[in-house]
């Protein structure tokens, strides 16, 4: 399932999904978003898979949900889009399987809530993140976050909407590690060996109790989040608030 927006590769139990729009910061594109939804679905499908990981080409893990095209876009279809990335958010946070995102360079918006979305968070070498959602009036994984990093940093974070560095990231909880990039095989490796030692179904069974332990609300609590999600983006003039974010962060 390679494409020009999203490489994959899939070698003895481990599913790798590299985001493959350097030139973009791998924004999150409609394209990209369907391809990551549509690669996880079919990996939720295989009972041999163990680890899950999401990493970036170029400079940026992910900048977060695309801009460039907004001229293009109604409230309607960002609505629709935002809905989208809400479910993959979802479908990564409850896979049957470990997940691991390796940050580096910008993690920002829709990227960094992918990033809080999985079970292993590991910073290679240095990253920025941001969560500027609610500065266009978006509420986008904002309860996840709050589960990983308590509610007051949550609400710092998302209301502040500024960035900040691998080490708040490393000391709040949001991310589980940071690691030099000449040892990132290297412990993915040991990290595939720990998810592989188990037999696939009792380890399946140890990822639900896990998931169901760092997301406790259950299916409602999906269903709220999404709920949430659209009720922000639905409100009037949703386009004109990402445009003048948009215009504001270029100057």
Do not use: K
């Not at 502040?160 to 040892?183: P, Q, V, W």
Request: aromatic residues 4%; charged residues 25%.
């Amino acid at each position: 399932m390679s494409g020009a927006d999203l490489i994959s590769r899939c070698d003895a139990g481990v599913l790798h999904l590299e985001l493959n729009r350097p030139d973009r910061g791998n924004a999150l594109s409609a394209a990209l978003v369907r391809a990551l939804t549509e690669a996880v679905e079919m990996a939720v499908q295989d009972a041999s898979l163990r680890l899950l990981v999401l990493s970036g080409a170029g400079r940026h893990f992910c900048t977060g949900f695309d801009l460039s095209d907004l001229d293009g876009e109604t409230d309607d279809s960002l609505l629709a889009r935002f809905t989208r990335v809400e479910l993959l958010l979802q479908a990564v946070h409850t896979a049957p399987f470990a997940t691991l995102a390796l940050a580096h360079g910008r993690t920002m918006g829709a990227g960094a809530d992918l990033f809080a979305a999985c079970s292993e968070r590991w910073i290679v070498d240095d990253a920025q993140f941001a969560f500027p959602g609610a500065s266009f009036g978006l509420v986008l994984g904002t309860a996840r976050l709050a589960n990983l990093v308590g509610a007051p940093q949550a609400a710092e974070w998302v209301e502040g909407g500024r960035s900040f560095d691998a080490d708040a990231a490393c000391s709040s909880g949001l991310a589980t590690r940071r690691i030099e990039a000449s040892r990132v095989e290297v412990e993915r490796q040991a990290l595939r060996a720990r998810v592989s030692r188990l037999d696939a179904a009792t380890q399946r069974d140890i990822r639900a109790a896990i998931s169901a332990g760092r997301h406790p609300r259950g299916p409602a609590g999906d269903s709220d989040d999404l709920a949430r999600l659209v009720q922000s983006a639905a409100r009037p003039g949703l386009r004109q608030r990402m445009t003048a974010y948009r215009d504001a962060q270029r100057r």
